[in-house]
C-alpha cells in the first residue's frame, strides 16, 4: 500500500527551539491527521484538517494542510522535553475509508 | 470513560498456535480498523470494518482473520499461517461517515518464539 513521505525521519534539538516536519504526497488529498506516539502506546491524536490551506493549532502545535492538498506541516513552538515521541502523519484520498501513514519522525528534546 | 481498550497489553505464544487480540470501544463508532506496527515503520492495515457482519481486507490480511459480531467489538486472530506475527498491533475505531479523525488504543504486543 502506498505510504507518505514524512521527514525529516529523525530530530535531535535543545530545550526551547521550534521544530518543522512535513509529510508529502503524489496524490491529492481530502484529510491530513497529526498523531504522537510515546514509546509503547498507541498514537495520539493532535490535529485533523480538512481543507486546503487550513491552518489549525492546539496549543504549541500548529499543523497546516499545503495548498496543493499533497502536502502537510507540522511545527512545534518552543519545545519541552515532554514532546518527545513519534510524530506520525496520515491522510485520506477523497472516497477512501482508509487512511495512509507516514513512517514518523522521532523527536528528541535535549534539556 | 470512552475509549477504546485492548487486551492483554503484552502476549506471548509459541509458534503454530493461534491467537486472539481483543479490542472494544465504547465511542459508538461506526468503523473499526487493526494495524501493524513493526520498529521503525509506520502503520501498516490488516483489516477493517465499516460496519457489524462486514469487513475488508487491509494491505497486509494474510495470515490473520477477524469478526465483527458487534458494535463494539472487533477481535483480531493471528493464526499460525502469518509467518512473522512477533509485532505491536494497534485497534482504531472511527465515527465512520460522520468524521474521519481515527482514535488509537493503547496497542498489544504480541511476540511468538
Known amino acids: 500500500g502506498q505510504q507518505l513521505n514524512q521527514s525529516p525521519q529523525s530530530m535531535f534539538i535543545q530545550e526551547g527551539e521550534d521544530v518543522s516536519m512535513n509529510c508529502t504526497s503524489s496524490s491529492i488529498f481530502n484529510t491530513w491527521l497529526w498523531y504522537k506516539q510515546d514509546p509503547g502506546e498507541g498514537p495520539v491524536l493532535l490535529i485533523a484538517l480538512y481543507k486546503a490551506g487550513e491552518l489549525t493549532s492546539n496549543g504549541r502545535l500548529t499543523a497546516q494542510f499545503g495548498i496543493t492538498r499533497k502536502d502537510s506541516f507540522l511545527n512545534i513552538s518552543a519545545s519541552i522535553p515532554s514532546d518527545v515521541g513519534i510524530y506520525f502523519c496520515a491522510g485520506r484520498r477523497g472516497g477512501s475509508e482508509k487512511l495512509v501513514f507516514g513512517k514518523g519522525t522521532k523527536l528528541t528534546v535535549n534539556p | 470513560d470512552g475509549g477504546i481498550t485492548q487486551s492483554p497489553k503484552y502476549l506471548f505464544r509459541k509458534e503454530g498456535q493461534n491467537v486472539t487480540l481483543s479490542c472494544e470501544q465504547n465511542?459508538?463508532?461506526?468503523?473499526m480498523y487493526w494495524y501493524r506496527q513493526d520498529p521503525g515503520q509506520g502503520l501498516r492495515l490488516i483489516y477493517y470494518s465499516q460496519i457489524v457482519n462486514d469487513f475488508q481486507k487491509g494491505d497486509i490480511a494474510e495470515g490473520y482473520s477477524v469478526s465483527r459480531e458487534k458494535k463494539e467489538s472487533f477481535p483480531l486472530t493471528v493464526t499460525s499461517a502469518q509467518k512473522n506475527p512477533t509485532a505491536f498491533y494497534l485497534c482504531?475505531?472511527?465515527?465512520?461517515?460522520?468524521?474521519?479523525?481515527?482514535?488509537f488504543g493503547p496497542g498489544t504486543r504480541l511476540t511468538v518464539t
Open positions: 482504531a475505531s472511527q465515527p465512520g461517515l460522520a468524521g474521519y479523525e481515527q482514535y
Open positions: 465511542l459508538n463508532h461506526d468503523a
